[in-house]
């Protein structure tokens, strides 16, 4: 099983960036599909982006052409690249792992993380 562990969030204006980071360990990083979520006060958790192991993506709609995803094997790491962010982005955002891509699509996982939150606040 893999351990992640989010970071990068933060304070920002409307139409700034942030980069977040899910930096994993304990298991053979390259084989799984990893997926970035998130989870505003109120609201469902829901999927944000996905990547297969083989570098596939897949975004909700909500984000196409605003959020890219991508993974570094070599530093067992998958980013969430958030462009012209709006204050309806703020939320806490979550990675999480499987080597079934269906598991990330559907987000039925047994446990998450902390989470790093992203506020979009002038």
């Known amino acids: 099983q893999v351990q992640l562990v989010e970071s990068g969030g933060g304070l920002v204006q409307p139409g700034g960036s942030l980069r977040l980071s899910c930096a994993a360990s304990?298991?053979?990083?390259?084989?799984?599909?990893m997926g970035w979520y998130r989870q505003a006060p109120g609201k469902r958790r829901e999927l944000v982006a996905a990547?297969?192991?083989?570098?596939?993506?897949n975004y909700a709609d909500s984000v196409k052409g605003q959020f890219t995803i991508s993974r570094e094997n070599a530093r067992s790491t998958v980013y969430l690249q958030m462009a012209s962010l709006k204050p309806e982005d703020t939320a806490v955002y979550y990675c999480?792992?499987?080597?079934?891509?269906?598991?990330?699509?559907?987000?039925?996982?047994?446990?998450w993380g902390q989470g790093t939150q992203v506020t979009v606040s002038s």
């Open positions: 999480n792992a499987d080597r079934d891509l269906r598991v990330v699509i559907t987000a039925q996982f047994d446990s």
């Open positions: 304990g298991s053979i990083f390259s084989i799984y599909a």
């Open positions: 990547i297969t192991s083989g570098g596939r993506t």
